[in-house]
Structure formats: structure tokens, C-alpha cells
């Protein structure tokens, strides 16, 4: 299983304002993912953040709100763009164990104010 | 687009009852995975299963997979306090993309 480390676990913002959010793996992974979840809600994912390579976003999600930068196999950043109160979540990186199953860092809970 | 949905979205049993989520999708699944969610943690994986009609027993839980890889079901026999915490299902299509069902968020009275 991959250790994942994800800070900050959690901030209190000012709209408008940006946040990055840092991922770290204890081992080389080929894919990020970002993930969304709002209260009492489910997962969504956000983008999928690829080595070398632009990150691919889901419908809904575009770079300019949320930029992410992957610059080697251990390291991926989420930063959330001009934030308003409808951008508070908690945000979660993952990757990909051997069964394709998903392992989770701890989660930013982000409250925009 | 895909859709995986889950029932009931909120449980509450007594210690000791019995608890069953159900989870479908609007496709076929490569495979289904279960994750456990406590409060204000992150999800944890708890399994997956693979072969059409699939059944896998952990403990007290058992999940199952439907013949035709398009629902599952999770039941907990005999459910304790630290069942407590929200269920979500996972299904993963033929391009390695997860598809969270909506979750049951299961509350165990002592």
C-alpha cells in the first residue's frame, strides 16, 4: 500500500484568495488523482495529474480554477484559484495501488469565508 | 455517462442489527470496489471483487457482485460502534476511471 502525505489537512481562506495543496507518495507512481468532496457528499474527481505531461481534467474542472503541477513521480500539486465560499471542500489526492484500488492522502478540508 | 448510484444514502441500526447497501450502475463494470469513509477521515479500501456473481466474506461483511457486473451489495451482520461511517462503492470502467456511488452513511446506535 502507498503512504500518502498531504498537507495542509486543512485552512480557512479568503475569497479570492488561491491555495495550494501539497501531495507527496513514498513511492513513484505513474498517476495522480484530485478529488472533490463535498460535505456529506461523494468523491469527485477533479483531474488526473500525469508526469511530464498536462494534467487531464474532468468535465467541469478546468486549469485556470485549478492548476496542477506534477513535476516527478512523488510529488503533485493542487492549487484552487480565486477561491469563493462555494469552494469549500475537502480535497483529496489518490493513487493507484497493484488492484487498481485507490489509496488516499488525508484529505485539506477548505473553508472559504 | 456513467452513473453509479447507492441506497438507502442514510441507515440507522441498532447494535447488533443487521445493515445491506446496494449499489448500481448504469453500465457494466470491469470490477467494483468498497471503501469505508469514517467521520472526518479519508476512504479506505476495503476490497474488490472481479468475477460476475462474486461473493467475498470478510469478517462480518460480506460483499457480493451482481451476474450481470452492474450492482453489488455490502451487508454487515451483526453491526457494532465502529461499523459507524459512510460505505461508498467504486465502480471501474474499461479505462482504469472511477465512478464513486453516492455512499450510505450507516449510524450504529449503542
Redesign the interface.
Known sequence: SAVISQKPSRDICQRGTSLTIQCQVDSQVTMM?WYRQQP??????IATANQGSEATYE?GFVIDKFPISRPNLTFSTLTVSNMSPEDSSIY?CSV??L?????????TRLTVV | ?QQVMQIPQYQHVQEGEDFTTYCNSSTTLS?I?W?KQRPG?????LI?LVKSGEVKKQKRLTFQFGEAKKNSSLHITATQTTDVGTY?C?G?DNF???Y????T?LNVKP
Not at chain 1, 456529506?40 to 474527481?45: A, D, I, K
Not at chain 2, 477521515?41 to 479500501?45: A, D, N, Q
Not at chain 2, 464513486?100 to 455512499?103: K, L, T
Open positions: 488523482f456529506g457528499q461523494s468523491l469527485t474527481l468535465s483529496l493507484a495501488g488492484l487498481a484500488e485507490a489509496f488516499f492522502g488525508q484529505g | 455517462g470490477n470496489q471503501y477521515g479519508h476512504p479506505v479500501f474488490q461508498f467504486a471501474l482504469n476511471k472511477f464513486f456511488g453516492s455512499g452513511k
